[in-house]
């Protein structure tokens, strides 16, 4: 069962990029490094031939899942998304009606994620609690201190 997840363009080619790193660069650097811990001798007891199939087998996992990530990727249109409405990259002003602090962020996908950027997964509690609200909607968002309200000030893209 595969899920679909949906990426900027930008998104996608970060991960194509990192994919091809892991094909390109990583993956000859560790059969290097085991070719290496081969000519040592006896591999029953060498810990660097050891240490280079464990991190081969850790590479492959990531290219796979990485692999299965771009193949159920899909691009949103930001042109045709609805401005109504919270949805995956829309930019929401938020205020806290505890502190009255008031946020803007964007809502991203998992692997696109970087609070730095005000970027938020629409995974996370805040992110669901957003999605699909609309301005002047107060939302109570689960997080691991209890119940946060927002009042939703504004919807972009």
């Known amino acids: 069962m595969s899920t679909i997840n949906y990426y900027t363009e930008e998104g996608l080619k970060k991960l194509k990029d990192e994919l091809e790193h892991m094909k390109n660069v990583e993956r000859p650097k560790i059969s290097q490094q085991i070719a290496e811990a081969r000519e040592k001798g006896d591999l029953s007891e060498n810990a660097e031939y050891d240490a280079a199939k464990?991190?081969?087998?850790?590479?492959?996992?990531?290219?796979?899942?990485?692999?299965?990530?771009?193949?159920?990727?899909?691009?949103?249109?930001?042109?045709?998304?609805?401005?109504?409405?919270?949805l995956i990259l829309s930019k929401v002003k938020i205020k806290n009606l505890a502190n009255n602090a008031v946020m803007e962020y964007t809502l991203v996908s998992e692997k696109e994620a970087d609070l730095k950027q005000k970027k938020i997964s629409?995974?996370?509690?805040?992110?669901?609690?957003?999605?699909?609200?609309?301005?002047?909607?107060?939302?109570?968002?689960?997080?691991?201190?209890?119940?946060?309200?927002?009042?939703?000030?504004?919807?972009?893209?």
């Open 54 to 86: 464990e991190a081969q087998g850790l590479l492959e996992m990531k290219i796979s899942k990485l692999e299965t990530l771009i193949a159920n990727a899909r691009i949103v249109d930001e042109s045709q998304l609805d401005t109504s409405k919270a």
């Open 122 to 157: 629409v995974d996370s509690p805040i992110g669901k609690g957003l999605l699909g609200k609309k301005v002047g909607d107060i939302t109570e968002v689960q997080v691991p201190n209890g119940i946060i309200k927002f009042e939703i000030l504004e919807i972009s893209r």
